[in-house]
């Protein structure tokens, strides 16, 4: 006779801290790395249908790098649902204004389109800079692989 699977339960998840220092790291590499261990497949208790991934705060953000002629090449689009309502920035642009946002919607897109996918992004924290507030938490230090 076979073991039962284990299948972990949304109230009994260990969840960690990690931080990951952004500066100089491609951010594909960031944001793979980082929606890994958000969806918790790092660890042996992963179950595909409950959040059992850990929180990441992401700092320094506005270091990210890419690599070749992508800073001037790669665009973001969205548009406004008017006719003629599509916008677009490049990155060089955005991650002057708002680096958090480039980091973070690379991660996102890495994550489950659905309420799972969700409820996993409310787990991850950008800042552009080297200072966050979540020192009490205790995060680890989190290796990107260059």
């Given at each position: ?8 339960k949304?109230?009994?998840v ?10 100089g790291?491609?951010?594909?590499r960031?944001?793979?790395?980082v ?29 990210v ?8 090449q ?11 309502g ?5 990155y060089e ?6 680096p ?13 389109k ?15 800079g ?5 020192e ?11």
């Amino acid at each position: 006779m076979m073991d039962r699977t284990y299948m972990a339960k949304d109230g009994e998840v260990q969840r960690k801290w990690w931080v990951v220092d952004a500066s100089g790291v491609p951010l594909g590499r960031i944001a793979s790395r980082v929606a890994h261990v958000l969806r918790g497949k790092h660890k042996p208790t992963f179950t595909p249908h409950v959040d059992v991934g850990d929180h990441v705060v992401v700092v320094n953000a506005g270091e990210v790098t890419l690599s070749g002629r992508k800073p001037e090449q790669k665009m973001y689009y969205r548009h406004t649902r008017y006719p003629g309502g599509l916008k677009s920035r490049s990155y060089e642009e955005l991650l002057e204004e708002d680096p958090e946002f480039v980091v973070e919607k690379a991660i996102r897109g890495m994550l489950p389109k659905n309420k799972l996918g969700r409820k996993m992004v409310k787990k991850l924290k950008v800042y552009a800079g080297p200072d966050h507030p979540h020192e009490a938490q205790q995060p680890e230090e989190l290796e990107i692989e260059l």
